[in-house]
């Protein structure tokens, strides 16, 4: 059974900057396109937000609110993604989850995985 396992996350003054890391774990044959979603408080997972992507090859991609502040990154030989935030705002306050598409044997079908989530907290 694959599992993502985030680390980082906190509270930082506006302005600030944090990391968020997500590695996995358990048995796969690789790892495909590596996400980071936020859902911010009070609503539902299901209308999280799609922060960053970045497919195998390393292309990224960003939502408009993020870009220049943020910055996604992945080792393919440690199958980690990493998301850097800098100059952080109050909106940025949610739960931020990892996510990936994870090709799993003996089916070789791809899956999609999430992390537990981990708490940003921006203040003002």
């Known amino acids: 059974q694959v599992q993502l396992v985030e680390s980082g996350g906190g509270l930082v003054q506006a302005g600030g900057s944090l990391s968020l890391s997500c590695a996995p774990s358990g048995s796969f044959v690789s790892i495909n396109t590596m996400r980071w979603y936020r859902q911010a408080p009070g609503r539902q997972r299901e209308l999280g937000e799609l922060?960053?992507?970045?497919?195998?090859?390393?292309?990224?991609n960003y939502v408009e609110s993020v870009k220049g502040r943020f910055a996604i990154s992945r080792d393919n030989a440690k199958n980690t993604v990493a998301l850097q935030m800098n100059s952080l705002k109050p909106e940025d306050t949610a739960v931020y989850y990892c996510?990936?598409?994870?090709?799993?044997?003996?089916?070789?079908?791809?899956?999609?995985?999430w992390g537990q989530g981990t708490q940003v907290t921006v203040s003002s």
């Open positions: 922060v960053a992507s970045i497919s195998k090859g390393g292309m990224a």
């Open positions: 996510n990936a598409d994870v090709q799993v044997a003996p089916s070789w079908s791809i899956r999609g995985y």
